[in-house]
């Protein structure tokens, strides 16, 4: 659900380029105002079929989406939910639809989103229709298609089929998951239906045997008073009767009792059995229903632990993605870029610009193999990477062959732009001082390193489609770069403009007025040191100084 939303850059530029946008700008006006009232209605119409999708899931309810609002700290994904919510409530609660939206269209005010400000307007246009209020209704009308004629919803509305199609496919599954969970609980409820009939059944009959039991108990008493009439009677008949028929009279007496005893406790024995069976049913039964919903909590559960996983790959994908971004773009931008699809180009009126080259690099190259050269400027520019880093207002521009450029004060500003440039110069010109050194003990070419620096305006911004890339033009680069071809090996170069701005806090050596191609004479100065605190630069201490920096870089 979070990906509603998230086009970003890439789908806003690849929807740009897409030839039905091209025809549809050629159209009239009104052509291109239906076509967005379509598209936007569409759009607004998946937006709300997906939460009535999730809705089939108890978590998703208005609950769940206010809990998620509270927990979103993005304004773009607060505008996203507020939406969802206005859409879900637009039919039970209009009045707290009208809330959600008019905070959505905030918000989309605030981040200057002309997305989020058409879609809101869009929904609060389809509210005031249906509370009546006609004329609210058409001014958030016209202004969903002002805001939405700059957007490309082509590309999001494909996105959005897609995931429609997936939920649906999702809740076809979980419906069918549910049917035959309903089947089996209807079968084993017809079968504890039959369980019960015979249980009653069998208490029927218990009944029965009971009340048969009552009626040979007052069988045997009256039996018993029968036999009292006859125990007189045989006394009366005593004399009459020999004594082998008076035992044979009690034998058959006897028979006969023992005869009912049989039969009671055989009656009893059978009561015993049938309500140990039933009983054994009924916990037969209970397991067998404690099993089924064993088995359904332990799908569910794991269905989340996936969802779970897929989520946090989501958001590794995701910061991976945002950390290439600002390998690439200052942060600023990556932030604009991300928000906006595009970044506008700046102009700043105060810039530092430095650029570095090798003294006799073509020679040097022809004396070492291609490995072997490009391996050498890729420990250099590490190090440079890391000089520049320390500083919060540099920049590094880019590299072009073994020329290096950066520039501090952008893209945004900072007042001591000018001081850490030549700062970090210092530390550049000192680091490739001594790694010349050490190459010489080693038997090895050392670079020697020429550094030009300037102050002035400068254009800034975002080059490519495909490929980004950050650069910066002006007069005061070309100045840098000229700086730096009158610079001499192990030196730094600066103009006149950086001077006025840094001399109080460097040692600085005047050059005089000295001329440069395609531009008049400049005054340039070279810089020794800080004022503060001379750089260490002992012969002694020089490997150590240059295993500082492989040990920072590591």
């Not at 091209?22 to 076509?35: A, E, H, K």
């Not at 680091?431 to 670079?447: C, D, M, S, T, W």
């Amino acid at each position: 659900m979070s990906t509603v939303f998230s086009s970003r850059a890439t789908l806003l530029r690849g929807a740009s380029r897409q030839p039905g946008l091209v025809l549809m700008s050629r159209q009239p006006f009104t052509g291109i105002r239906n076509r967005l009232i379509q598209v936007a209605s569409l759009l607004m119409l998946l937006l709300g079929f997906l939460p009535a999708l999730y809705a089939q899931d108890a978590s998703r309810s208005l609950a769940y989406w206010e809990k998620e609002l509270a927990r979103q700290t993005d304004s773009a994904r607060k505008a996203e939910v507020l939406l969802f919510m206005a859409k879900d409530m637009e039919a039970s609660d209009p009045n707290g639809a009208l809330s959600y939206a008019q905070q959505a269209l905030d918000l989309g005010e605030k981040l200057k989103s002309s997305k989020v400000i058409g879609l809101a307007s869009l929904q609060l246009s389809k509210l005031h229709t249906g509370l009546g209020n006609k004329a609210k209704a058409r001014r958030f009308r016209k202004r969903s298609e002002e805001a939405l004629r700059s957007v490309d919803l082509t590309a999001e509305l494909k996105q959005l089929e897609t995931q429609k199609s997936q939920a649906e496919e999702t809740a076809q599954a979980n419906a069918e998951a549910v049917a035959n969970s309903q089947q089996v609980v209807n079968q084993l409820s017809t079968e504890v239906g039959q369980k019960q009939e015979m249980l009653v059944q069998q208490d029927k009959q218990l009944t029965q045997s009971n009340q048969a039991i009552r009626r040979q108990g007052k069988l045997i008493g009256q039996k018993d008073q029968l036999i009292g009439r006859k125990d007189q009677l045989i006394g009366q008949k005593d004399s009459m009767l020999t004594t082998r028929e008076l035992q044979l009279r009690f034998q058959q007496d006897q028979i006969k009792i023992l005869e009912q005893e049989k039969a009671l406790k055989a009656a009893e024995a059978e009561q015993v059995r049938t309500v140990r069976n039933a009983l054994l049913v009924g916990a037969g039964l209970l397991l067998a229903l404690a099993l089924l919903l064993w088995r359904l909590i332990a799908n569910k559960q794991r269905a989340n632990r996936e969802l779970a996983q897929k989520n946090a790959q989501l958001d590794l994908a995701r910061q991976r993605s945002d950390e290439l971004l600002l390998n690439i773009l200052p942060g600023e931008l990556v932030d604009e870029l991300k928000v906006k699809g595009i970044t506008r180009t700046r102009h700043h009126d105060e810039v530092t610009i430095m650029f570095t080259d090798f003294r006799d690099f073509t020679k040097i190259s022809e004396q070492l193999s291609p490995v072997d050269l490009v391996q050498e400027i890729d420990y250099c520019f590490r190090h440079f990477d890391y000089i520049i880093g320390k500083y919060p207002s540099l920049e590094k521009i880019k590299t072009v062959g073994d020329a290096y450029l950066c520039a501090g004060g952008l893209p945004t500003a900072h007042p001591n732009h000018a001081y850490e440039m030549v700062a970090a110069a210092l530390e550049i010109r000192d680091f490739i001082g001594e790694l010349e050194k050490q190459r010489a003990r080693e038997g090895k070419v050392g670079f020697q390193i020429r550094i030009g620096i300037h102050t002035g305006p400068v254009i800034a911004g975002v080059v490519g489609a495909t490929k980004f890339a950050y650069d910066i033009w002006g007069d005061t680069v070309n100045t840098a770069s000229r700086l730096e071809s009158a610079s001499e090996p192990g030196q730094v170069n600066i103009s006149g403009a950086t001077y006025e701005r840094v001399h109080h806090q460097f040692y600085c050596r005047h050059r005089g007025e000295i001329a440069t191609k395609n531009k008049a004479e400049m005054s340039m100065y070279f810089v020794d040191s800080q004022r503060n605190a001379l750089m260490s630069t002992v012969d002694d201490q020089s490997e150590n100084y240059y295993e500082s920096y492989d040990r920072a870089l590591s």
